[in-house]
């Protein structure tokens, strides 16, 4: 069995990672679920980049603040479908697309591959402790 260890080794990095989490979760959770969307003119076609992001961005922060990218990629994974059908059925002024669920998908894997990347190449290095 594989264990991980979150790059940030100081308990003030694995703190400071955390509420950055807790933000970017915040910002995700906002622009998904947000009444109302007005997006016209040729940033409409960014729609795409953007659902891309918001998925991709946290499983990287996660998997620097928590233990690997596992866990945070799977809850992801799943919520984008779920976050189609709530703006679907519950939000009046919004509509699910499917063709969001594959950009945030495609997000979660662009989030697994950065985090591993990453990883691969040692994550994040403090600085030595004075002696």
Do not use: C, N
């Not at 659902?51 to 233990?67: D, G, K």
Request: proline fraction near 10%; charged fraction near 15%.
């Amino acid at each position: 069995m594989e264990t991980h260890q979150s790059p940030l080794r100081s308990p003030a990095a694995r703190h400071t990672g955390v509420v950055v989490l807790v933000v970017v979760l915040s910002g995700h959770l906002a622009a998904l679920y947000w009444p109302r969307v007005d997006v016209t003119g040729p940033v409409a076609s960014s729609d795409k980049v953007v659902h891309a992001l918001l998925f991709a961005v946290p499983v990287i922060v996660a998997s620097l603040a928590m233990m690997g990218w596992r866990w945070p990629a799977l809850l992801l994974a799943l919520h984008a479908p779920v976050s189609e059908l709530v703006q679907h059925l519950l939000l009046p002024d919004r509509s699910g697309d499917p063709l969001d669920i594959v950009a945030d998908l495609v997000g979660v894997a662009l989030g697994v591959a950065v985090a591993r990347w990453w990883a691969s190449r040692g994550g994040w290095s403090e600085p030595p402790r004075p002696p």
